[in-house]
């Protein structure tokens, strides 16, 4: 997709992993690109793709997952002042009775993990313009299921988010960013327009593997404005980057 998408999924302040931003480097980060490039919702891109027509240079689509709860108290506001916007990617088990335990985070005591956002902030920040998608039920690395696993998890998920909601959900993001064949022909038929995926080493882009790029916690400015830069994404998946970098392994 000939635009950059930058994957965050905290903003917060005494959490010391790498997933989770500082306040002060997430507003630093809003600046730049508030100063130098446009930021659009996901769903203006995809829209924009579907109907023939080319997306500007220097475009922009900030994403987030999991769905902490920081994001309504740190980062919505931080991004409403730059004239910002985002979607956030929800694990849509956590709208069920009990919710669920964030135990996908390596070396987290499920115990000790930031809240995730609840039901009603959800709808509050969907019913104020901000786009949100799934991020599958449970947060399982989808690969290890199978395609019927995967189909099943993809379409409840999607479900308890529209009714919730009461609009569609046409975005997915895969947990870890992980997907094989099966996985993303699941997708495709729970009736996703896209796929959202975070490449750690070559893959090939589609719409249903589009990659990201992740921003950790300690990311200089330097590397920030690399990572956003348009063709950080397409080198990574570019077919001279994967023979190079098949050669390194």
Known sequence: MP???????????????????????????????????TVVPLRGVIDRLAAGYSVPAGTTVLTFDDGFADYVEHAVPIMERYGLTATMYVVAGSLEPGGIAVDWIRGLDPADAPPLMTPEQIRELHDRGWEIGSHTMRHA??????????????????????????????????????????VRRA???AGYRIALALPEGPEEAGPYSVPRTGIYRGNPEWKFRVKNSRWYAHVRTSSLY????????
């Open 3 to 37: 635009v950059s998408i930058l994957c965050y999924h905290s903003v917060t302040n005494g959490w010391d992993d790498p997933v989770s931003v500082e306040t002060a480097d997430f507003e630093r980060q809003c600046a730049v690109l508030a100063r130098s490039t």
């Open 141 to 182: 690395d989808m690969p290890t299921l199978s395609e019927a696993e995967c189909l099943a998890d993809f379409k409840e998920s999607k479900e308890l988010l529209e009714d919730l909601l009461e609009a569609p959900v046409t975005s997915l993001a895969y947990p870890f960013g992980h997907h094989a064949p099966h």
């Open 187 to 189: 997708a495709e038929l």
């Open 242 to 249: 994967q023979k190079v970098a098949g050669r390194r392994t």
